[in-house]
């Protein structure tokens, strides 16, 4: 009958459930396990091997470049950034608002970081998410416009919840990507929440882009439900003030 048991479970690709089926019928046997307890033990091993393959599946099409997480931050050593409120956005309430947040500070200050942190506790809680570097992304998109691909790209990308994209800064931006850029963000405007990592000023966005009409409405779109953290601190890549978030193992969490 094990036999049996063991060719259906695989049958129905029950991978979870196959991995601790002779530990819970030897337990059953040895403890006299009555069969709706080895039956809901069985499932929730099944339950729980889904949750773990959906969540790897999920950090995987993220594209996170480091294995970082929020407990790897440094806070005590980035005075300018406050603690509570980056573990009150790991609540994750600003997805659920689709509100933007908008991380400003110098090279080495912890934005990206922080940034991906927020990414993972998005995957963690079953959300689909996608780091994108800005250069790598404006280049994407840049390349889609002769495929003519634009379209699908741009439906992908304003399904993820939410898209980071790292690194906007000073950037050698053709007008044709300012366009495509202003389109993925007017198509994502208070649907699903972008996180943006800059190391400038907003202000300094009209040079970037060349275009202050488009930068007017861009920025009018980012802002209105937007989260902005202005870090002011040292660079984390400093040696004298120790290791980077890269260089401390990220801590492996799950969903409760």
């Known amino acids: 009958m094990r036999d049996k048991l063991r060719a259906l479970i695989q049958q129905l690709r029950l991978h979870g459930m196959e991995d601790a089926l002779d530990a819970e019928i030897e337990r059953a046997e040895r403890e006299a396990i009555a069969a709706p307890e080895l039956l809901y033990r069985l499932l929730s091993q099944e339950a729980s091997s889904r949750r773990e393959r959906s969540l790897a599946y999920?950090?995987?099409k993220a594209r996170l470049p480091w294995q970082w997480s929020l407990d790897t931050f440094p806070f005590d050593r980035q005075p300018g950034v406050s603690k509570a409120q980056i573990q009150t956005l790991a609540g994750l309430d600003f997805l659920r608002r689709a509100d933007n947040v908008l991380l400003i500070g110098?090279?080495?200050?912890g934005k990206t970081g922080l940034a991906?942190?927020?990414l993972r506790e998005a995957c963690i809680n079953g959300y689909r998410s996608r780091f994108a570097n800005a250069q790598v992304l404006l280049d994407e998109l840049y390349a889609s416009l002769a495929d003519r691909t634009t379209t699908r790209l741009l439906a992908q990308l304003?399904?993820?919840?939410?898209?980071?994209i790292d690194e906007l800064g000073y950037?050698?931006?053709k007008p044709e990507q300012a366009n495509a850029f202003f389109r993925l963000m007017d198509q994502r405007y208070?649907?699903?929440?972008?996180?943006i990592t800059t190391n400038l000023d907003l202000s300094d966005w009209y040079g970037l882009f060349d275009n202050k009409?488009?930068?007017?409405a861009l920025l009018d779109r980012l802002q209105h439900h937007c989260i902005t953290i202005r870090?002011?601190?040292?660079?984390?890549r400093n040696p004298e003030l120790g290791a980077t978030p890269s260089e401390k193992p990220a801590r492996r969490r799950t969903k409760a």
């Not at 304003?158 to 980071?164: A, E, F, H, I, N």
């Not at 208070?190 to 996180?195: E, G, L, N, P, Q």
């Not at 009409?213 to 007017?216: A, K």
């Not at 870090?231 to 984390?236: F, H, N, Q, R």
């Open 58 to 60: 999920r950090i995987t």
């Open 106 to 109: 110098k090279p080495g200050t």
């Open 116 to 118: 991906i942190g927020l």
């Open 158 to 164: 304003s399904r993820m919840k939410p898209l980071l």
């Open 171 to 173: 950037l050698t931006i």
């Open 190 to 195: 208070a649907r699903v929440s972008t996180i």
């Open 213 to 216: 009409p488009l930068v007017d």
């Open 231 to 236: 870090i002011d601190g040292p660079s984390l």
